[in-house]
């Protein structure tokens, strides 16, 4: 008589675990070191409306969720930043640390729901690139009041995320996969809740402190009714005088 044999269920790892085996070696996401082609093109977008004193060299960008640092590296050698990051993963900041020996850039590992420890008015630019939509409610507020905070007067916000409006994919993860608020799921990989905006939700909520100057939206979601790339929605947003 043959054996039975019960196949062990793999373990599924969530948070700073998960990145930082992704980091050390990827198995679901493509993580790049090269820097995001929206951010480069937000950077054309500042310099056309004569505001490069955002970029300005030795101006300071802060990264809320920096990964290995490919948007600081990108900022600093582009326009001569200097800049500070932090991370829930600490492989991705040893690997950011690495990459950036020679340039003005300082990196933590914290959650980008954490206070974050940087002076008042102090910073040209802030980056939320596809951070926010782990955190829970209090979590995006908080993070967005810091980041606003750490801003100095008509310094600007850009910010990437997750686009629920049209998106088959957030579709089917909330119906299926229902995460604890409304327009939420929790990840099938990652066994975590993500949240998803629709581009009037966002707009609300950065509005509620920043003057929303910019709107970018990704195409090619869909084809002939079947899903194809997730949404993305990316928003220039400016602190104010």
Known sequence: MKPNFVRKKKRKVHGPTFWDQEYTNPTHLKLSDK????LAKFTR?????DRGDVLAQKASVLDAGCGNGRNLIYLAHEFNMKGVGFDISSAAIAQAKIASKELDINYD????????????????????????HFLDKKGRTQLRDELYRTLIPGGY?????FLKDKDLHTARLIKEKPGPEEGSYIHPVMGV???VYSEEELVQFLSEKF???KIYRSHKHAFK????????????????Y
Request: overall charge positive; charged content about 35%; some cysteine.
């Open 35 to 38: 820097e995001s082609q929206d």
């Open 45 to 49: 977008w500042v310099i056309r409306r």
């Open 109 to 132: 590992v914290r959650s980008a729901a954490d206070p974050i420890p940087v002076e008042d008015e102090s910073q040209s630019l802030a980056l939320d690139m596809m951070t926010s």
């Open 157 to 161: 916000f850009f910010m990437k995320t």
């Open 193 to 195: 809740a993500e949240y």
């Open 211 to 213: 003057i929303v100057r």
């Open 225 to 240: 009714g079947r899903a194809r790339k997730r949404r993305t929605i990316s928003i220039c947003a400016e602190k104010d």
